[in-house]
């Protein structure tokens, strides 16, 4: 038996709200533990092997942080997750101050009171030194107002600032949550496929023709199988590339049958599993949105949506 010692950081503020699941894919058993206030954990009595590493919040609906991980089988296995704190970011709209007009409509009154008395001149009436200072006195404070105006209610630069802000922040989040999305979906994509492929290997078994092959190929292509399943989380063109070379390893074995096994040739599920493996050496996908648009395009020439993989 192996133990675990792991190290959360980057944002130690969640810590104490943290939960971690260790997913083993060979037993099928989740472990949820929650670490300490400094982000460690330690979990003993684990068989070595690989598993799965689920970081979850409860006010994230995601998960944090998801990492598949090596289980040494001799002395305890040490890792260091990191924390992205931007996964925690909600920054409220920043409160922008009013601004304040009472001074500018104070000049304003003071110049439209002060300009009332020149109203009255009649034609060919003098204009006095008194009156020109008035008006032009008035005229120079609709003019500072003016200029005031401009710097109060309209923002140099940009409009709306805070504004802006958020929006970049709202767009930065939702990638976030696209990449993941896409990320999930195309691994849950990935099981399905793998168990229609399954299916269709036990229904070359099952035949009448497959009942007398040794239990030791029959192992040998399954344990081929089971290495696909063990890279359900790896990124597309790694996973893209695995998949194709255990296609062929398949694909090798059961030619390898026929030709001791004649009859497997008639199978109908023999030359779907090798349209299957044809049509996948076309996959060329390096991103997870790229691998779901081939996944529906492996649905489309199968006749029908991979559900059909858990019928009976």
């Known amino acids: 038996m192996s133990e675990l010692n792991m190290s959360i950081v980057g944002f130690p503020a969640v810590n104490r709200d943290l939960e971690v699941e260790l997913y083993n894919p060979v037993t099928l058993n989740i472990l949820k533990v929650k670490p300490y206030l400094d982000g ?138 696209l990449e993941t999305m896409s990320r999930a979906l195309a691994e849950l994509q990935r099981q399905i496929e793998s168990l229609r492929l399954r299916k269709d290997v036990q229904v070359i078994f099952d035949s009448p023709a497959g009942q007398n092959i040794p239990q030791d190929k029959i192992k040998l292509i399954y344990d081929k199988l089971d290495e696909i399943d063990q890279q359900i989380t790896t990124p597309p063109k790694d996973y893209v590339k695995k998949k194709k070379n255990v ?24 030359t779907k599993v090798n349209d299957y493996v044809q049509l996948y050496k076309k996959n060329q996908a390096t991103s997870y949105g790229a691998e779901i648009g081939y996944h529906h395009l492996l649905d489309r020439a199968a006749g029908a949506g991979a559900l059909i993989a858990f019928k009976g």
């Open 247 to 270: 296609h062929e390893l398949i694909m090798m074995d059961i030619n390898e049958l026929i030709q001791t096994t004649p009859a497997l040739q008639d199978t109908p599920a023999v």
């Open 40 to 177: 460690t954990i330690r979990i003993p009595k684990l068989d070595p092997g690989p598993y799965e590493i689920v970081v979850k919040h409860p006010n994230v609906i995601l998960p944090v942080l998801k990492r598949p991980i090596q289980i040494l089988p001799v002395g305890p296995t040490t890792v260091t997750v990191m924390i992205d704190p931007s996964k925690f970011r909600n920054t409220p709209i920043a409160e922008t101050a009013e601004a304040n007009l009472t001074p500018v409509a104070e000049r304003s009154a003071a110049a439209y009171e002060s300009l009332a008395p020149l109203a009255s001149k009649t034609p060919g009436e003098a204009i006095r030194s008194a009156d020109w200072n008035t008006l032009t006195g008035a005229v120079r404070d609709l003019a500072s107002n003016t200029s005031d105006l401009t710097r109060l209610v309209s923002p140099v630069g940009h409009d709306h600032p805070e504004l802006a802000d958020k929006i970049e922040e709202m767009s930065g989040n939702f990638a976030t949550l």
